[in-house]
């Protein structure tokens, strides 16, 4: 599985990155990671431009909202606007607990909303849930 993560706080990053690895160990299923540190970056990558030209196309993307550059939602709208992108998931992984936006993000095509916890403990089994939830999860190709 390629994922796609749009995220700019280098501490998350390393957790999802960590979480990859153990969940790559016990199951033996294979992930590959890119990252994007902010929304501009994000959008080159999934439009292959630049030095994104031969950029792969990721089967799910992580996506932070609060993002430099463009913001996260409206990475998300450029996404679901595309034809060639708008199948790939887009779950979004923030530290907003806002209504409105959890409700904008749905509106706008998220396959998810979640909000990252605090304790790194915390963080690293919601991982874990998304890794088992989408390693099962039909994929369009």
Known sequence: MIIL???DEDLHYEL???S?????KETKARYELFRAIDGAEALEFLFRKGKYADAPR???ILLDLRLPKVGGMEVLAKIKEDERLRKIPVVVLTVSTN???MVRAYDS?????LTKPAKP???ERLLTTVWEYWRIARLPE
């Open 5 to 7: 993560v749009v995220e």
């Open 16 to 18: 999802i990155e960590r």
């Open 20 to 24: 990859v690895k153990q969940v790559e």
């Open 58 to 60: 990721p089967n799910l």
């Open 99 to 101: 209504e409105e936006e």
């Open 109 to 113: 095509g998220a396959a998810g909303f």
């Open 121 to 123: 403990e915390d963080f």
